[in-house]
């Protein structure tokens, strides 16, 4: 058997939960293998709605196995209210949720490095969502990290020696103002919450479940141009969000790997900083965020809005060698006259490019202007329904990207999903 890998392609919120969700019924398996409780999977279904952080998309089908990867960080805090949330809705977890040995845990001091160095930065923030995400990404790459493995032996001591190293950062950093005793007892009785689920070697779980044939449908966070290094640098995240990081994140090789399935709005949208070369700072951009409901999953943040960017599309297909396209929030597009794709990048000198280069702080997009279907997709049901100006829209998308869009979305239920 091999494995599906599931990608946000642009700056991510592309929708991935909701696909997830829809894909999982064809799947024994559903990983996460990157990302922490920064990033919210939105999931709507039988009148619920559901914002998802570090579980799996999957739990949601009752007989899957879902695992949390290696490559994850986790809040054991944020984790148990999520669980505990999900648990007071009649879903069932703790036989069939997994967790990675080798996974690292946030802490608490964690969030106050990220407040503190995001403070020095002055007025050249990233943008961070505060969760302690880099932090706890810095310390894995440091060798001095805590993982989900460390619960079961000595912890306490760890955890300590953890938080010394910590507390010394932060007062050389004169960042003292700060009392973590309640958020500290949370946080440890989320450690005992951590314990009651099954705590494994996921990366033998998982290639021993392909060598019985099952079948594994890989998860990601965020989306391939927040890639630490192939997005826009610095104003990314802290882990490959790429194809690639499925790889590492789950421990697989990349011989395992099937479809290569990427996510994208018909349209683009950013949380925080960082170049966007698409963003409308017009009435049009209002209407999009609107009409989109464009606001972060986790933070509430209002995200910024503009129109589809093919030359990172294009690169991303590129980097993790996409297979299959998906396409979120078709409908979002309903009600406009004209619709806008950016193909080519101007430069500084006058000159024009159709690759993604090295920095993108000043170029200018060059587009290609296209008219609107002016009809609501949300009844539809099948291709057959669609308008024809709908229909070149996505021809025209396609033959950009030379990849097929075998899935859209005209809403946000689960039922509002069209096969190709």
């Known amino acids: 058997m091999k494995v599906d890998v599931l990608l946000g392609l642009q700056w991510g919120d592309e929708g991935k939960g909701k696909v997830v969700d829809v894909l999982t019924p064809r799947y ?11 990033a919210g999977h939105t999931l709507e279904f039988e009148g619920q709605k559901y914002v998802l952080r570090s579980i799996p998309s999957g739990i949601f089908q009752g007989d899957k196995v879902n695992i949390i990867g290696n490559g994850v960080v986790l809040a ?3 984790f148990m209210d999520e669980a505990k949330d999900l648990e007071k809705s009649g879903h069932e977890l703790k036989s069939r949720l997994h967790i990675s040995k080798k996974a690292h845990l946030i802490m608490p001091t964690h969030r106050l490095l990220d407040a503190a160095y995001e403070a020095a930065k002055g ?3 990233v943008g961070t969502t505060g969760k302690g995400i880099g932090p706890t990404y810095a310390d894995k790459t440091s060798r001095t990290g805590l993982r989900v493995g460390d619960i079961l032996d000595n912890f ?4 300590a020696a953890a938080k010394a190293r910590h507390e010394a950062i932060l007062k050389s950093l004169n960042y003292t103002d700060y009392d973590i005793t309640e958020v500290e007892k949370k946080w440890m009785e989320g450690i005992e919450y951590l314990r009651q689920f099954p705590i494994v070697d996921s990366e033998h779980e998982i290639n021993n479940l392909l060598k019985s044939g099952k079948s594994v449908l890989c998860e990601g966070a965020q989306g391939t141009m927040l890639d630490i290094d192939f997005g826009s640098y610095p104003f990314v995240t802290s882990s490959n ?7 590492i994140g789950l421990g697989v090789g990349p011989n395992k790997i099937g479809d290569v399935f990427g996510i994208i709005k018909a349209y683009c949208t950013r949380v925080g900083a960082g170049p966007f070369p698409t963003e409308l700072f017009d009435e049009t951009g209002a209407k999009i965020r609107a009409i989109g409901h ?7 943040r209002e995200r910024r809005c503009g129109w589809i960017d093919l030359v990172a599309l294009k690169y991303a297909i590129m980097v993790s060698g996409v297979t299959k396209l998906i396409m979120m929030k078709s409908d979002v597009l309903d009600d406009f006259e004209t619709i806008k794709a950016c193909t080519a990048y101007k430069l500084k000198d006058g000159s024009v490019i159709d690759y993604f280069p090295y920095e993108i702080d000043d170029v200018e997009p060059v587009y290609v202007d296209m008219p609107g279907w002016k009809t609501d997709l949300t009844k539809m049901t099948a291709e057959s329904q669609f308008p024809q100006e709908f229909k070149d829209y996505i021809a025209f998308l396609e033959k950009e990207l030379e990849t097929p869009i075998s899935i859209v979305s005209v809403g946000p239920d689960r039922e509002q999903t069209i096969e190709r």
């Not at 024994?28 to 920064?38: S, Y």
């Not at 306490?156 to 955890?159: F, I, L, N, S």
């Not at 969000?241 to 790889?247: E, L, M, Q, R």
């Not at 464009?294 to 509430?300: L, N, P, R, S």
């Open 156 to 159: 306490e001591a760890k955890y």
């Open 241 to 247: 969000t790429i194809c690639a990081g499925a790889c």
């Open 294 to 300: 464009e606001y972060g999953a986790v933070t509430g």
């Open 76 to 78: 054991p805090d944020l």
């Open 123 to 125: 007025k050249n923030k």
């Open 28 to 38: 024994d398996v559903v990983a996460r293998f990157q990302g922490g409780p920064n």
